[in-house]
């Protein structure tokens, strides 16, 4: 809804504090008021204050209607912005659908990584692997190579699929194209393991890690723990917490509610 503002306040203020408030109603209010068109830095903190603040329809709403009459294409961040908001808003298919006028318009995906990630983290978020990876591949037809975040991403797709050979394939993919897996590849990694009760395989992981000169986090610890927990194994579940506090970390919450629930499901 937008917002009252003082009699004295000038078109330009009005547009500021609209923006300011993720308030499409009123800056379209001040753009009436305005002689000038929007500046797009105005437009683009519009956006981001409509994806912090959850409205996804009115940041669709931005860019099919209010960047097209003030004669604007949207940039990379600002699409970025609101694409993400309005899948976040369950309005995925929305999205893509803004997405594709603008490309039926000549907009590209060129110029860096950062629309593509997070077209394929959507993706990803949806349990659509395969459109993440033809999205990738689009990308790379218009010379946006893929990195560390998109193929992390898949991985983590495949992952909460239980795919663990295909999220296998992707990390070789990485080290193929000279991109080293990060924390988050190795996240998803052991989840897919986890998830699959490969128990060996998981352990092995953190051996992977060290060669690769990724530092295990609590996370991945969490993960191992949570895994042997569901399984019972009570002695390997509680080595991985001595083998935590022996790398410098601290258990937390999820720890130790891993193995509350694991000796609460124990016969006594």
Known sequence: ???????TTTSREALHLAASR???????????LSSAPAP???VLR????LGRRRCPHDALRLLREVLPAQHLEPGRDM???????AAEGGLRDEALGVLRELRERGYGLGGDNRLVNTLVAMHVRQGDVRAARELLAAAEAE????????????VKGHARRGEVHEARQVLREMRHRGIAPNELTYTSLLTAYA??????????VLAEMEEDLVSPNTVHYNVLVNMHARQGHAREALALVSAMRAAGLSPDLHTYTALLNMH???PT
């Open 1 to 7: 809804a937008a917002h009252p503002l003082p009699p």
């Open 22 to 32: 993720g308030d499409l109603g009123g800056f379209l209010s001040a753009l009436r």
């Open 40 to 42: 797009p830095h105005l």
């Open 46 to 49: 519009l956006a981001r204050e």
């Open 79 to 85: 699409l970025a912005a609101v694409l993400a908001a």
């Open 143 to 154: 010379g946006v190579l893929p990195d560390v975040y998109s193929l992390s991403a898949l």
């Open 195 to 204: 998830t699959a009760g490969m128990t060996r395989e998981a352990e092995a």
């Open 264 to 266: 609460a499901s124990q």
